[in-house]
């Protein structure tokens, strides 16, 4: 009976894993349209434009890091959850707390993102990124993406560190 019920936690996590990922990343896409909004990246993406490419999966991969460690978060929350009883005040709020974790984490690794790469447009006066990228430039888009992923794996760290501090 044990065995069932632990299955059945584990895909109830792996949906809710889905679910958020889905999610995050239609959000994270949603927002670089709106951070690079002088760049159509879907007609980019069409036209076959690699360096936009490379900073639309840079994004993606920023965002699942991000996604992983809120949902390691959401796990310790639900087992939390069943461990006190999942419909306890101690349970839900749990929950609460290790869904309000990610969501804040995913708000935070967007942010990171856009001041990091406003930050980097700063740095590099004499190159204009995002008319690099519209050009195909890949040296740009992968230093671009480097500073994507490196503020993801930063932000990573501070998510799990929340997610320890709480549950």
Same mark, same amino acid.
């Given at each position: 009976?044990?065995?069932?019920?632990?299955? %059945?936690?584990?895909? &109830?996590?792996?949906?809710? =894993?889905?679910?958020?990922?889905?999610?995050?990343?239609?959000?994270?896409? #949603?927002? &670089?349209? *709106?951070? !690079?909004?002088d760049?159509?990246?879907?007609?980019?993406? $069409?036209?076959?434009? $690699? %360096?936009?490419?490379?900073?639309? +999966?840079?994004?993606? !991969? +920023?965002?699942?890091?991000?996604? /992983? #460690?809120?949902?390691?978060g959401?796990?310790?929350?639900?087992? @939390?959850?069943? +461990? @006190?009883?999942?419909?306890?005040i101690?349970?839900?709020?749990?929950?609460? $707390?290790?869904?309000? /974790?990610?969501?804040?984490?995913?708000?935070?690794?967007?942010?990171?993102?856009?001041? +990091?790469? #406003?930050?980097?447009?700063?740095?590099?006066?004499?190159?204009?990124?995002?008319?690099?990228? *519209?050009?195909?430039?890949?040296?740009?888009?992968?230093?671009?993406?480097?500073?994507?992923?490196?503020? =993801?794996?930063?932000? /990573? @760290?501070?998510?799990?560190?929340?997610? %320890?501090?709480?549950?």
């Amino acid at each position: 009976m044990v065995i069932l019920a632990n299955a %059945a936690v584990g895909i &109830l996590q792996l949906i809710i =894993a889905i679910i958020l990922a889905v999610i995050a990343l239609y959000i994270g896409f #949603s927002v &670089l349209g *709106r951070i !690079f909004k002088d760049l159509n990246l879907q007609k980019e993406l $069409t036209r076959g434009n $690699t %360096a936009v490419g490379i900073i639309v +999966a840079a994004v993606f !991969f +920023a965002i699942a890091l991000v996604v /992983q #460690s809120g949902v390691t978060g959401i796990t310790n929350g639900l087992q @939390s959850a069943i +461990a @006190s009883g999942l419909f306890t005040i101690d349970g839900m709020l749990a929950i609460g $707390t290790a869904i309000i /974790q990610l969501v804040l984490g995913i708000i935070l690794a967007i942010l990171a993102i856009y001041i +990091a790469l #406003s930050v980097l447009d700063r740095l590099t006066k004499g190159i204009e990124e995002f008319e690099e990228l *519209r050009k195909g430039n890949i040296a740009v888009a992968l230093e671009m993406a480097g500073v994507i992923v490196a503020v =993801a794996v930063i932000i /990573q @760290s501070g998510v799990m560190g929340i997610t %320890a501090a709480l549950i």
